[in-house]
Nanobody, 130 residues
Framework: DVQLQASGGGTVQAGGSLRLSCQVV????????VAWFRQAPGKEREGVAA????????YYAASVKGRFAISADRARKTFYLEMNNLQSEDTAVYYC???????????????????????WGRGTQVTVSS
């Protein structure tokens, strides 16, 4: 039974930083791809960043490129989202998601776009105050 356990949300002032963590429990295979999504009130869920575990292929949404960084600890099956220079528009519930497949950069983008993750964690609230 695969479970994703997210943590690290909170409230921060504009310009500040937060780090989200997500531990994946129960993966059988060593190759996997993970992503962070977010959903603000009244808006659709948006894919923010994604990474593949073996090759380290990356995807970032244009809205966070240069400010957010996704990373993965393959041995610990834990991945992170480092968020810097946070702005009010980053306020949302953030979800981690995973699939047991090594995705290429182009497939990462497609996977995030359709939000077709096999496994989802519970959301963690990020609030940026101005």
């Amino acid at each position: 039974d695969v479970q994703l356990q997210a943590s690290g949300g909170g409230t921060v002032q504009a310009g500040g930083s937060l780090r989200l963590s997500c531990q994946v429990v129960g993966f059988v295979f060593d190759d996997w791809s993970v992503a962070w999504f977010r959903q603000a009130p009244g808006k659709e869920r948006e894919g923010v960043a994604a990474i593949s575990s073996r090759e380290g292929s990356l995807y970032y949404a244009a809205s966070v490129k240069g400010r957010f960084a996704i990373s993965a600890d393959r041995a610990r099956k834990t991945f992170y989202l480092e968020m810097n220079n946070l702005q009010s528009e980053d306020t949302a519930v953030y979800y981690c998601a995973a699939t047991e497949a090594e995705l290429s950069p182009s497939l990462l983008e497609k996977w995030v776009t359709v939000a077709a993750a096999a496994y989802w964690g519970r959301g963690t609230q990020v609030t940026v105050s101005s």
